[in-house]
């Protein structure tokens, strides 16, 4: 019997999940409402990219949340949406409104960051998970914002965070976990942290580390090497993944989420 019952890994070779549907819906009113919700009056380029990404993989209708700040940055168009700003020039809490009103639209959420660090937004963006019901990631800037409020939305099953090893360590201490995230803990060990972590916590986790991409949901683990999949340590981050896992889990509304994003890293 396996030290580790609850640990799997996959390759290219050897999918553990093959009933995930890749192909798009042949009309376009049955490939999904995308959200993504990102930017700042400093920067706006990963929502833009991330958009440009969303419509090539074939979703059916992607619409974009930005902040107000950037209206003289960026033509306006029918899938944009600016909502009231802070001071700062990110997403304000009066905003808050506008987001769950596109959110009842959307089959999926994307919160792809750049942000900011005002703590106005914080709490708009922590209030907003707590409402909303969609299926959501969250990522990059986005997971720092709302760690400190943790509280507010550790007890969402349908929330997957992409998170960097310091992202997950500075999240165990917010909520005071007695296990404890270290850089340079051995694989096994991250493993059983994640796996006990996950037991108590609903989130799905999704990390990087040691050439491992690792997906822990309810105690399961799954491990990929990322020379096996599409990515690169640079496309983990910059929005491919969070992509993919958007796209086949708007396709596949019925199937565990474990399943969709380890279909996505392959």
Known sequence: ?????????????????????????????????????????GSFFSVANITTKALEQGIGTVRTILPDSLKTRIPPTPETIFVPSAASGSIGKIALPHLLAASDQADFILVIGDLGKNAETATTLT???????????????????????????IDRSNLTILATLPQLQKLFRTIYYPKVITLSMP????????????????????????????????????TTELSTTPYT???????DLATRIARLSIWNPASPVLEIIAAALI
Not at 3 to 21: E, N, R, S
Not at 128 to 138: A, E, G, H, R, V
Not at 233 to 239: A, E, F, K, Y
Request: no cysteine; aromatic share 10%.
């Open 187 to 222: 694989m096994n060990q991250l493993v059983e942290t994640l796996h006990k972590f996950t037991l108590s916590y609903q989130p799905t986790i999704l990390t990087y580390y040691q050439n491992q991409i690792i997906v822990a949901k309810s105690g399961n683990i799954i």
């Open 233 to 239: 340590p640079i496309t983990v981050w910059n929005g």
């Open 127 to 153: 209030e907003f998970l707590k409402i909303t019901n969609q299926p959501t990631l969250i990522t990059r800037d986005a997971i720092d914002l709302v760690t400190t409020d943790i509280t507010a939305w």
């Open 1 to 41: 019997m396996s030290t580790y019952p609850y640990w799997q890994k996959q390759t290219k070779a050897a999918p553990l999940f093959q009933g995930i549907d890749t192909n798009r819906p042949e009309q376009k009113q049955f490939a999904g409402h995308l959200l993504i919700i990102g930017g700042h009056s």
